[in-house]
């Protein structure tokens, strides 16, 4: 069965590094997720993507943030100059086969980030 | 702004109980409504969803009923096994903020032999 990976399982950074979580979206999915969820807190939404560009973002997702699909198979979540609060676990997700626009998202199972 | 409140964990069950985890809503508009669970080491994963009022949706033994009238949609299953040992999340996706998912904080569901 299809699933989504993402890459690495656990990120260790230096406050003020830049990192780079990477996903692999299920094949024919169309649009593309970013969450995140802070220790003992609830999931949250950061950012939504299709057609090569972003659809909705949240209020999280400020300038230290961006989205690419390099290359037609990965999706990616830069983040520039990490803080400490930026500290969590990040779900990337994917849905809506053959352009329609389906309730289920479809999860990755996580990379969590460790910002010292 | 839309919101979902569920039960403060842990649950901790015996094997063959009766689970109820209760999930209620805040929404704009007619929410579709889900349950995720994530199992040690893995993704979320879509237990079951339900798109209308009076709608239930079921998946593996677990069921769930849109309550329009009470904002709720309360997971339940008659039995549960060791295997269910999980976290179990409520989601919403509310047509008036596009297709994002709204999470609650998850429930830890641990279940003894």
């Known amino acids: 069965e299809p699933e989504v990976t993402q890459t690495p399982s656990h990120q260790v950074t230096q406050m003020g590094q830049e990192v780079i979580l990477r996903c692999v979206p299920i094949?024919?999915?169309?649009?593309f997720y970013w969450y995140r969820q802070i220790l003992g807190q609830k999931v949250e939404f950061l950012v939504s993507?299709?057609?090569?560009?972003?659809?909705?973002k949240s209020e999280i997702f400020d300038d230290q943030f961006s989205v690419e699909r390099p290359d037609g198979s990965n999706f990616t979540l830069k983040i520039r100059s990490t803080k400490l609060e930026d500290s969590a676990m990040y779900f990337c997700?994917?849905?809506?086969?053959?352009?329609?626009?389906?309730?289920?998202?479809?999860f990755g199972p996580g990379t969590r980030l460790t910002v010292l | 702004g839309n919101s979902v409140t569920q039960m403060e964990g842990p649950v901790t069950l015996s094997e063959e109980a009766f689970l109820t985890i209760n999930c209620t809503y805040t929404?704009?508009?007619?929410?579709?409504l889900f349950w995720y669970v994530q199992y040690p080491g893995e993704g979320l994963q879509l237990l079951l969803k339900?798109?209308?009022?009076?709608d239930k949706g079921s998946n593996k033994g677990f069921e769930a009923t849109y309550r329009k009238e009470t904002t709720s949609f309360h997971l339940e299953k008659g039995s549960v096994q060791v295997s269910d040992s999980a976290v179990y999340f409520c989601?919403?996706?509310?047509?008036?903020?596009?297709?994002?998912?709204?999470f609650g904080t998850g429930t830890r569901l641990a279940v003894r032999p």
């Open positions: 997700a994917s849905g809506g086969a053959s352009g329609s626009r389906t309730d289920t998202q479809y």
């Open positions: 094949s024919n999915h169309l649009y």
């Open positions: 993507f299709y057609n090569n560009e972003i659809s909705e």
């Open positions: 929404a704009t508009g007619y929410p579709s």
């Open positions: 989601a919403l996706k509310a047509g008036s903020s596009g297709d994002k998912l709204t």
């Open positions: 339900a798109t209308k009022a009076d």
